[in-house]
Every structure is written in C-alpha cells, then in structure tokens.
C-alpha cells in the first residue's frame, strides 16, 4: 500500500513533524521495533515504536503529560484555546467529562439516521462514465455534515464550514497556533471563530434555545464553574476539526482498500456484519493519526532508555499497531484476526483517548455500507494512472484524492 522507501531503515534520526519522514515509515519502524524499540530521531525527541511501551506511555499522565501537544517547540497555546489532546490537569479532566457527556453512546446512536441519508444522497450525486475524487465528493462532506449536525448549527452552511475547516488544518495552526492573520483560531481564522462565537450569541439570547450542543455547552457548569465563550468556541472548533480531518482519512483508508481488493469488497458486499471487523482493521493497520505527542514531566525511562525532563515523546502509533509481537502477521491487511489480539492504538489509550471514537466508527461503518449498498464489486475503480499520495500534515495519514470512474 506504501510506496518503496528510499532511507536506510537503521537511520533512527527523523523529522516527527515532516510528513514525509512520518508517512512512508514501515519499513524504518518495523527495524525500529526490533532494535531500537525507543529511540531519537532528533534532538530532545524520543521515538516509542512498540505496542506495549506506547499503551504505557500514553496511559501515564502523570510521566508523561499532554501540554504542549502537537505543537512545535516553544509554542505556548493559551488554557482556553488548547484543543482536548493538548489538555492536563485540572482543565483537561473537567472538560473531558463535559465532552463526554455531549458525545456518549445516546447522542452517537442519535446521528445514525442523519449520517446514512447523507451518504446516500452524497452517493446518488456521483456521475457515472468519468472520472470523480471520492475523497472532495464522499468522505470530506460526509465527514463534516455529521459534526455539523451534532452541534445544530444549519446544513446550508456545511460546505463553508468544510472550507475554513481545510483552512484551518492546512496552515501553520497544527504547529504553530497561528495564521498570517493573527494567533490562535480567533485572531488566525475570524471568519471561523466568529462563526462559532455567532451561533453562541444566539443561543445565549433565545428563551428556549435547540436542544444541541452549543445549548448543553452554554448550560453545563462543571466543578460549578460556567464554560467561557472561548472555551465553548474551542471545544466545538474541535469537533468540527476532526471531521474535516480525521474521519476523513479513515473513510479514504477504508474506500482505497476495497477498491484495490476486489475479493474483499465481495465478502462485505455479500456479508455487511462483516463492517466492523473491517473498520477495526482499517484503524490498526492505516491509522488516520500516525503519531501522537507527549512531554516528560520529568527525568523518567522508557523502556530502560533515559527521557530527560521536557522531551518531547513522539508515540508511534502506526508503528505501534503493526508490532509483530502482538499481532499476526502485522503488516497484512485482514479482516479474520484473532479477537484475543490487543485492541489497536489508532484512537490511543488512557486519559487521553478519543472522545470521537464512536461517532469516528459509526460514521465509517455507515459509509461503507452505504457504498457496498449503491455499488455492486467492481463497478467503481481508480483511475488507471491513480497513485496513492498523504497530505501535507504530519500527524494525518490518508490518501489526498480517491480518483475513480463509477460505471455507466
């Protein structure tokens, strides 16, 4: 799936932050994991490439913390604009529970309905006989609809919100926390920001405001202490954030896998429980976040190498979900695993894992549903001339364009 790499996989010292260092390095990890389990690619960096070490080391709040996140070095984002990934304690447990409470089981079996009309009509919409991105036609919209939806702000604006989304992940904020504007989503991206801060306005005036998130943010007062506008603008810039994003990359993983398997689009097409097997697969063996970040709090060891005070600790999760000694025949795409294998580290682990998991899974498993539903194997196919190319952001792994011909 991966284009041939031209370094020489014993060269541990990398880029964390070049997605050309961090995207097509299978075969550098899979030495990695063998011999330099932890290791440092670059100076006051450590690199965790094993399962065992990353579950530890993600799940270790007190060791290793979150406050710096993914940004670069020396980057200092303000409490009310760290996104929940970047969050320690006390702000990141209170917000947390906040999140958890606005996307627990109930309110993602809620979107179910809506996220399946809209791949169905996203679906329709695909011209047969010449050539279509299903990534700007399919995941894309589909991915920020659902969000869209969640947080009841109106469908008619979810192409404008996709837009500054693409914005927002492909400028200097991922790393820097600015635009050539300004600092932050507020100064950097005002469109944006004042689009949510608009919506809060609102709800803030009416006397019987919807029932959706931006209401039960405004409403919610964990530890007894109201949510500041700010806050309330960077939680929901989050949500939307990660379905321009994220869920994106995993639907394009999932579409570029069966449209180049044509025995396993037939298994789904003729045996839809086998979806989420499929999903679960997709997340292990192509996670849409190849690394996450930590800092050491303090002098610590990870796996008996020494981690000085404020490293930056790059997990490798991609590396991590393809440790062969946890699971089979690790860099083998296959739905049929051993359930007894350990759970895959694509939405991490500990305090930190991801509060879009299962909105992130119910969306994919709907999508591919709906594709296998609309298309019988093998009348959809990329392009003849189709390469496999990532995007510009180093800690996002999914293909740019899906370029497909759909048959008359």
């Not at 031209?6 to 097509?24: G, I, K, T």
């Not at 051993?338 to 759970?343: H, K, V």
């Not at 694509?346 to 999508?367: D, K, N, Q, S, Y």
Request: hydrophobic share 40%.
């Amino acid at each position: 799936m991966s284009p041939a790499e031209s370094v020489d996989p014993r060269d541990v010292r990398f880029n964390p932050f070049d997605p050309a260092d961090v995207h097509e390095m299978w075969d550098r990890t899979r030495w990695l994991r063998e011999h330099r389990p932890v290791s440092r690619p670059a100076d006051g960096m450590v690199y965790v490439a094993r399962h065992g070490d990353a579950r530890a080391t993600m799940k270790d709040r007190d060791r290793f913390i979150s406050g710096r996140g993914f940004r670069a070095e020396g980057v200092i984002v303000p409490d009310e604009e760290k996104m929940i990934g970047e969050m320690d304690p006390p702000q990141h447990p209170r917000i947390r529970r906040l999140a958890v409470s606005a996307l627990g089981p109930a309110a993602v079996a809620a979107e179910a309905a809506f996220t399946r009309r809209a791949a169905d009509e996203l679906l329709g919409r695909l011209p047969a006989g010449e050539p279509v991105d299903l990534v700007t036609r399919f995941d894309t919209p589909l991915s920020n609809a659902v969000p869209v939806h969640l947080i009841g702000a109106p469908l008619s604006d979810a192409d404008q919100i996709e837009r500054w989304g693409l914005e927002l992940m492909h400028s200097e904020y991922p790393l820097y926390n600015r635009s050539a504007r300004g600092e932050g989503i507020g100064a950097g991206f005002p469109e944006f920001s004042g689009y949510i801060d608009e919506m809060v306005r609102e709800r803030r005036a009416m006397a019987s405001p919807p029932d959706d998130l931006i209401t039960r943010l405004i409403d919610a007062a964990p530890d007894g202490e109201p949510l500041s506008d700010t806050q309330i603008r960077t939680v929901i810039a989050n949500m939307l954030l990660g379905g321009v994003s994220t869920t994106t990359n995993l639907l394009g993983n999932l579409l570029y896998v069966l449209l180049t398997d044509r025995d396993l689009w037939q298994r789904i097409h003729g045996d839809r429980a086998l979806i989420p097997a499929l999903v679960e697969e997709s997340l292990r063996h192509t996670p849409p976040i190849p690394v996450v970040m930590r800092n050491a709090a303090f002098d610590t060891e990870i796996a008996g190498v020494e981690v000085r005070e404020g490293e930056r600790v790059v997990i490798g999760v991609a590396s991590a979900n393809r440790d062969g000694a946890v699971y089979a025949d690790p860099d083998t795409f296959s739905i049929d695993r051993d359930p007894a294998e350990p759970e895959h580290l694509a939405f991490t682990a500990g305090p930190h894992v991801c509060l879009g998991a299962g909105l992130a899974r119910l969306e994919a498993a709907i999508a591919v549903e709906a594709f296998v539903d609309a298309f019988e194997p093998g009348t959809v196919a990329l392009v003849p001339d189709y390469q496999f190319t990532t995007g510009p952001i180093y800690m996002e792994y999914g293909p740019t364009s899906l370029d497909v011909v759909v048959a008359s």
